[in-house]
């Protein structure tokens, strides 16, 4: 009968560590390869790496500067604005509006903020069915377009710290960050007459 040869720790051991190696070499390949991000390319596949993972806010860093003081002026204003209503508003308005600004203002940062829209304008699904490999991309100064070979366009512009940001989503979150600014201001104003108005009621009941 044919003997097989005895399976020994040392043999264990030496495929363990050859696997080991295999892993952190290949690691170390990807690394050295991987396109820069001060690329549009490389920008893009670190797009598609967080899409993936459904991890919208590690992809924060490769959208334009524009969109990025969006974020964090939606999450200031919404944070005050929150607490204010907090303060002086009556129910149920009170309820209502605080959890209405509670996902924006409870966020950590900006890129929390842009992870909220993310979800929530479906722009994760849209980007995972659009993505795919490069078929060109086109440099023009400061901007940059890049096609997939389903031929979906992604535009970039780049930041001034030189990494290239996607500009698809700057106009949305701009333009909420506006509705902030203006929601701001009219609950500020109601919470003044809100005050003013508990003001007076206290005072005719002494």
Request: overall charge positive; some cysteine; charged content about 30%.
């Amino acid at each position: 009968m044919l003997r097989l040869p005895a399976v020994t720790r040392r043999r264990v051991l030496v495929l363990l560590a050859a696997i080991a190696l295999s892993v952190v070499g290949w690691s170390v390949y990807s690394w050295v390869t991987y396109p820069s991000d001060r690329t549009p390319l490389g920008a893009y596949l670190r797009i598609m790496s967080a899409v993936n993972r459904d991890r919208p806010e590690e992809f924060f860093a490769y959208i334009e500067t524009a969109a990025q003081h969006a974020c964090y002026t939606i999450r200031d204003y919404r944070r005050t604005t929150r607490k204010r209503v907090l303060a002086s508003y009556p129910e149920p308005e009170r309820s209502r509006l605080a959890a209405a600004y509670a996902p924006e203002a409870t966020a950590k940062d900006g890129r929390d903020v842009f992870a909220v829209y993310a979800r929530r304008n479906g722009w994760l699904q849209r980007l995972r069915r659009d993505l795919s490999g490069m078929a060109s991309v086109q440099i023009d100064g400061e901007r940059a377009s890049l096609q997939t070979v389903r031929g979906t366009r992604y535009p970039f512009r780049r930041r001034e710290n030189g990494i290239w940001g996607l500009t698809l989503f700057t106009a949305t979150l701009v333009a909420e960050a506006e509705k902030a600014t203006r929601d701001a201001l009219m609950v500020e104003r109601a919470a003044a007459d809100y005050d003013r108005a508990r003001r007076a009621d206290a005072a005719s009941r002494r």
